[in-house]
């Protein structure tokens, strides 16, 4: 008799401010084709709660930056044959990583007025740190588009095609004009990877690099480049220290300007 088992999917949350999640959901009447495809064991955001099953594919939402966090990723890494991260949080430690910058109990105490009662780690980790990962989805947040691609893929039993080239390509395929070029915007794109179909600049905007490092990216240059265009070296480190300041090619670049600006 023909099997008629659907693959099972969770959509797992760890520490982060649930803007990935949103990604399915805003998937509107996609996402309602998707749930005819597959099984959702674990989604608690749009309502099924069963975070120990066993599935085919789960979805990782958020950084380890409490001791729960680092007892729970291993129980899903156990649970599930494709481990999928999503979004900066999971796949670099998000912007709460800034806190590995500094000195985390004295953050705590200045924040909250019964620090005691807080449990958190003195770091924001990615997911990679302490289990094994099969893809990697950037962005904050990640974009449905690459969600449903990446999910179509692994049901047909193909790993999805990484995007990383940079968002400056990207421009160029849409004929967006440069504004770093054109407006002197401090514009993170020559690094910074795409996948968001460089949503910014279409705006007029400079891109904060929201998906983190593409391949290859030449931050030294791009630093020099800020400061012809007059930021100071606080500036330039804090372009680089953001969403995506756990990326070893950010946080590297960042501390150096930081350097500059202490030197
Ligand atoms: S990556 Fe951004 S949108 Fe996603 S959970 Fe983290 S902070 Fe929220
Ligand atoms: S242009 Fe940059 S900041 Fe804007 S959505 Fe894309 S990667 Fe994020």
């Known amino acids: 008799m023909e099997s008629t088992a659907k693959p099972k999917v969770a ?44 599935v085919d594919i789960a979805f990782v939402e958020g950084s380890i930056a409490t001791p729960d966090d680092l007892q729970r990723i291993a129980r899903v890494r156990e649970q599930s044959r494709f481990l999928v991260t999503i979004g900066a949080c999971a796949t670099a430690g998000g912007v709460q990583a800034l806190r590995n910058l500094a000195n985390a109990g004295e953050w705590i105490a200045g924040v909250y007025a019964r620090p005691e009662h807080i449990h958190s780690l003195d770091r924001s980790t990615p997911i990679a740190e302490h289990v094994k990962v099969d893809l990697e989805l950037w962005g904050c947040p990640v974009n449905g588009r690459q969600v449903l691609g990446a999910l179509r893929a692994l049901l047909f039993g193909v790993m999805p095609a990484q995007e990383n080239d940079k968002v400056c390509m990207e421009c160029k395929r849409r004929q967006t004009v440069c504004v770093m070029v054109t407006r ?50 606080e500036a330039v480190a804090r372009r680089f220290l953001f969403i995506n300041n756990g990326a ?16």
């Open 11 to 54: 959509v797992h949350k760890f520490s982060s401010c649930d803007g990935c999640q949103l990604a399915f959901l805003n998937l509107g009447a996609a996402l309602m084709q998707v749930a005819e495809l597959v099984d959702f064991t674990h989604f608690a955001e749009a309502g099924p709660l069963a975070p120990d099953a066993a």
């Open 248 to 263: 070893p090619a950010f946080r590297d670049a960042g501390l150096k300007s930081g350097e500059r600006h202490d030197g």
């Open 184 to 233: 002197g915007r401090a514009c993170m794109g020559p690094v910074t990877r795409t996948g968001c179909g460089a949503l910014c600049p279409s705006f007029g905007r400079d891109c904060y690099a929201c998906y983190g490092p593409a391949e290859n990216p030449n931050t030294a240059a791009l630093a020099r480049r800020f400061e012809g265009l007059g930021l100071v070296p």
